[in-house]
C-alpha cells in the first residue's frame, strides 16, 4: 500500500508560554510581550488581556501571524495610534523574519515627552519585537502521517517492541477482538515494510489521516 504524502512543511511556533523583554528610548518605556496564539480568536484575546494589564500605556501595538493548514498564514498588525506605518507594519516584518508562527508580539509604549520621529519609532517597535523574540522558546511544529494496523492479541506484545525500535510512534493500542495499533510516522517513512517485516507480511497498515506534534528545534 502507498503511504499517504503529507503536503505541509514543518514551522516553528512559541511553546506554550509568555515573554516578556522591555526597552527605554529617550526616556519612553517599550514592553514587548509574546506569547503563543494559535487561532486569530486566540491573538485578539491576548491583545485585550495585555490592554487590560496595561490601561494607562499611551499605545499597544500588535502584530500576528497564526498558521493555516494548506493556506498561506493569517498576518495582521495595529499601529494602535501611532502614525501609520511606524508601529505594527514593522513589528510584523520582524515576525516574518524570524520564520515564527503562531504568534502574537504586544509592544506596550509609555511616552516619555521626547518624540522619537518617523523613523525612531520603526526602529523602537522593530528592536523591541526583536528583544522579546529573543527570550522565546521555540518548538518545530511537523505533520505525522497516521496509520492503525491489526495484530493478534498473541503477537501484539513482540509487534509492538519491534515497531517502536523501528523508530515508529505508538500512539495508541486499542484491545478488542484484536490489538488495533494507531501509528505515527514522519512523511516518507516506509511504513509499508517495516510492517510487513515485523508481521511477516500477514498485515498491512492502513492510512488513517495526520495530526500535527510539536518537538525539539534541530
Same mark, same amino acid.
Given at each position: 500500500?502507498?503511504?499517504?504524502?503529507?503536503?505541509?512543511?514543518?514551522?516553528?511556533?512559541?511553546?506554550?508560554?509568555?515573554?516578556?523583554?522591555?526597552?527605554?528610548?529617550?526616556?519612553?518605556?517599550?514592553?514587548?510581550?509574546?506569547?503563543?496564539?494559535?487561532?486569530?480568536?486566540?491573538?485578539?484575546?491576548?491583545?485585550?488581556?495585555?490592554?487590560?494589564?496595561?490601561?494607562?500605556?499611551?499605545?499597544?501595538?500588535?502584530?500576528?501571524?497564526?498558521?493555516?493548514?494548506?493556506?498561506?498564514?493569517?498576518?495582521?498588525?495595529?499601529?494602535?495610534?501611532?502614525?501609520?506605518?511606524?508601529?505594527?507594519?514593522?513589528? +510584523?516584518? &520582524?515576525?516574518? =523574519?524570524?520564520? !515564527?508562527?503562531?504568534?502574537?508580539?504586544? /509592544?506596550?509604549?509609555?511616552?516619555?515627552?521626547? @518624540?522619537?520621529?518617523?523613523?525612531?519609532?520603526?526602529?523602537?517597535?522593530?528592536?523591541?519585537?526583536?528583544?522579546?523574540?529573543?527570550?522565546?522558546?521555540?518548538?518545530?511544529?511537523?505533520?505525522?502521517?497516521?496509520?492503525?494496523?491489526?495484530?493478534?492479541?498473541?503477537?501484539?506484545?513482540?509487534?509492538?517492541?519491534?515497531?517502536?525500535?523501528?523508530?515508529?510512534?505508538?500512539?495508541?493500542?486499542?484491545?478488542?477482538?484484536?490489538?488495533?495499533?494507531? +501509528?505515527? &510516522?514522519?512523511? =516518507?517513512?516506509? !511504513?509499508?515494510?517495516?510492517?510487513?517485516? /515485523?508481521?511477516?507480511?500477514?498485515?498491512?497498515? @492502513?492510512?488513517?489521516?495526520?495530526?500535527?506534534?510539536?518537538?525539539?528545534?534541530?
Amino acid at each position: 500500500m502507498p503511504a499517504k504524502s503529507v503536503n505541509q512543511p514543518s514551522y516553528l511556533r512559541p511553546a506554550d508560554d509568555e515573554w516578556v523583554a522591555e526597552v527605554e528610548i529617550k526616556r519612553s518605556h517599550f514592553i514587548g510581550i509574546a506569547r503563543r496564539t494559535a487561532t486569530e480568536e486566540q491573538a485578539r484575546e491576548f491583545i485585550d488581556d495585555v490592554r487590560s494589564r496595561y490601561p494607562d500605556a499611551r499605545h499597544h501595538c500588535t502584530a500576528f501571524v497564526v498558521h493555516m493548514d494548506n493556506a498561506q498564514p493569517i498576518e495582521r498588525s495595529s499601529d494602535d495610534g501611532e502614525p501609520a506605518g511606524t508601529a505594527g507594519q514593522p513589528m +510584523l516584518e &520582524v515576525l516574518r =523574519g524570524s520564520e !515564527i508562527q503562531d504568534i502574537t508580539v504586544v /509592544v506596550v509604549r509609555y511616552f516619555g515627552g521626547v @518624540k522619537l520621529g518617523t523613523g525612531g519609532l520603526v526602529r523602537a517597535y522593530q528592536d523591541t519585537t526583536k528583544a522579546v523574540l529573543d527570550e522565546v522558546a521555540v518548538v518545530r511544529r511537523r505533520p505525522l502521517e497516521l496509520y492503525t494496523v491489526s495484530i493478534p492479541h498473541a503477537d501484539a506484545g513482540a509487534a509492538e517492541s519491534d515497531i517502536r525500535r523501528s523508530g515508529i510512534e505508538v500512539l495508541n493500542v486499542d484491545y478488542v477482538a484484536e490489538a488495533i495499533f494507531t +501509528l505515527a &510516522v514522519e512523511p =516518507g517513512t516506509d !511504513i509499508d515494510g517495516v510492517i510487513a517485516r /515485523v508481521t511477516s507480511g500477514r498485515v498491512e497498515p @492502513k492510512a488513517a489521516g495526520e495530526r500535527w506534534v510539536d518537538g525539539a528545534v534541530k
